[in-house]
């Protein structure tokens, strides 16, 4: 089936550290996305890009960078990870007239 | 931008209740309203979406209606089951642009 891959699905990394997620796609759609979920603060928008050549800042972007190497692949970096960046991170997608995002299976990211 | 308020933030029914939940949103330009089920430790999938073309659709035991003027979006489970345990996220957008989630329900039904 055509899907949403996150690589790693856990991380634990120290305060200062660089780390990248990954997220790549089957299902063909051009938009992808990058959400942050915390208790009691739902999905919040990162970073997402509508095609190869574009990137745009969500509503939390910083301390945050991101790539679009192709259109199945997008990258979340933390250039320098510090605590309050612990929390669960999905990647999603969605298709040029279609509303609805899959998610994937997310990445539970823990800083020290 | 975009700002959806979701309410409540919890709440717990009896097995067989009805369970609502509300959400409001800040943009009149929005146009399509998702609501999204996450099992614990899984990721959100779509349950029901509403376009404002429309003011009410259902699907089995849930419903979704709409109320443009006020700009408010709710989410109707009726009979509930023990799966039906959750947390529920309602979404905003203009056309296929990006969402804005509401902050998420944890429900919760007893059996």
């Known amino acids: 089936d055509a899907d949403v891959t996150q690589t790693p699905r856990n991380r634990i990394t120290k305060t200062g550290k660089r780390i990248m997620l990954e997220c790549s796609q089957t299902k063909g759609h051009d938009r992808m996305y990058w959400y942050r979920q915390d208790p009691g603060l739902g999905l919040r928008l990162i970073y997402y890009s509508f095609d190869v050549k574009d990137i745009n800042k969500g509503e939390i972007s910083d301390g945050y960078s991101v790539s679009r190497q192709a259109q199945a692949k997008f990258s979340l970096s933390l250039e320098s990870a510090i605590p309050n960046q612990t929390a669960l991170y999905f990647c999603?997608?969605?298709?040029?007239?279609?509303?609805?995002?899959?998610f994937g299976q997310g990445t539970r990211l823990t800083v020290v | 931008g975009e700002n959806v308020e979701q309410h409540p933030s919890t709440l717990s029914v009896q097995e067989g209740d009805s369970a609502v939940i509300k959400c409001t949103y800040s943009?009149?330009?929005?146009?399509?309203f998702p609501w999204y089920k996450q099992e614990l430790g899984k990721r959100p999938q779509l349950i029901i979406d509403?376009?404002?073309?429309?003011g009410e659709k259902k699907d089995q035991r849930i419903a979704v209606t709409l109320n443009k003027t006020a700009k408010h979006f709710s989410l109707h489970i009726t009979e509930t089951q023990p799966e039906d345990s959750a947390v529920y996220f309602c979404?905003?957008?203009?056309?296929?642009?990006?969402?804005?989630f509401g902050e998420g329900t944890q429900l919760t039904v007893n059996p």
């Open positions: 509403i376009r404002s073309n429309v």
């Open positions: 979404a905003a957008s203009i056309g296929d642009s990006r969402l804005t």
């Open positions: 943009d009149s330009a929005s146009n399509y």
């Open positions: 999603a997608t969605s298709g040029l007239g279609q509303g609805e995002a899959f």
